[in-house]
């Protein structure tokens, strides 16, 4: 979640009272320009609130999606308010909350807090293990170390970096690997382990990266 360990416990509470706070922080999260239907692209949708549930106004589509689809929350019957104040408490104890303690803070039961903590846990080590990188991706091959020759052919160590950026090219986040050279094969193992299918790759031209292409990537 955007900056919560930043936050204050006031800020928190003042940003996120109640449901509707929430529902609109997960709505602009997903749709910072607007809603998109993820189907079919049309630009309007009606709000079944009792659900929470978002349909594509599209009459040939009307395609379904939660607002907590593809989150920890998908299909959850703890309220959302309760959710983000979780990962906020979570987050803010490095140490880790244990569930006793959320679910007094929180008002859930213990099997409940337990649950919500393991969902928050696993995604919050796999999110710091490994970010796969998503829609526009910058990738360079560099070389770490000092004195001897300089560019590709070099003795020091080889890495790899890919980073996403955003329309303008400012980076948002980006991974490393060490690689043993800077072949077709290690450039491809270093992209299926950091951007997901179908990211546009952005090279400099250098020939060892065109088989990204045959793979499920487009190069820019
Ligand atoms: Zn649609």
Not at 86 to 110: E, M, N, P
Not at 183 to 196: E, T, W
């Amino acid at each position: 979640m955007t900056h919560c360990e930043s936050m204050s416990l006031i800020e928190f509470q003042q940003r996120f009272p109640d449901d509707e706070a929430c529902e609109n922080y997960l709505f602009e999260a997903r749709w910072p320009n607007g809603f998109h239907c993820p189907k079919c692209g049309h630009d309007y949708f009606y709000f079944h609130s009792s659900y929470g549930l978002l349909q594509c106004t599209n009459s040939n589509c009307r395609h379904q999606t939660s607002l907590t689809a593809e989150t920890i929350m998908r299909k959850t019957r703890t309220p959302l308010y309760k959710w983000l104040w979780a990962i906020f408490l979570y987050s803010r104890d490095k140490r880790g909350i244990s569930a006793t303690t959320l679910r007094k803070q929180i008002g859930v039961s213990h099997w409940g807090a337990w649950t919500m903590l393991q969902k928050i846990r696993k995604t919050m080590v796999s999110k710091d293990s490994r970010h796969m990188l998503d829609s526009l991706i910058e990738i360079d091959d560099a070389f770490i170390g000092h004195g001897g020759k300089r560019g590709r052919g070099t003795k020091k160590a080889k890495v790899v970096v890919s980073a996403s950026i955003t329309e303008g090219g400012k980076p948002q986040f980006a991974q490393m690997d060490v690689v043993s050279d800077h072949s077709q094969a290690s450039f491809l193992s270093h992209v299926q382990k950091s951007v997901v299918n179908g990211g546009k790759i952005k090279t400099d031209g250098f020939k060892g990266y065109n088989k990204l292409s045959d793979s499920a990537y487009t190069l820019r």
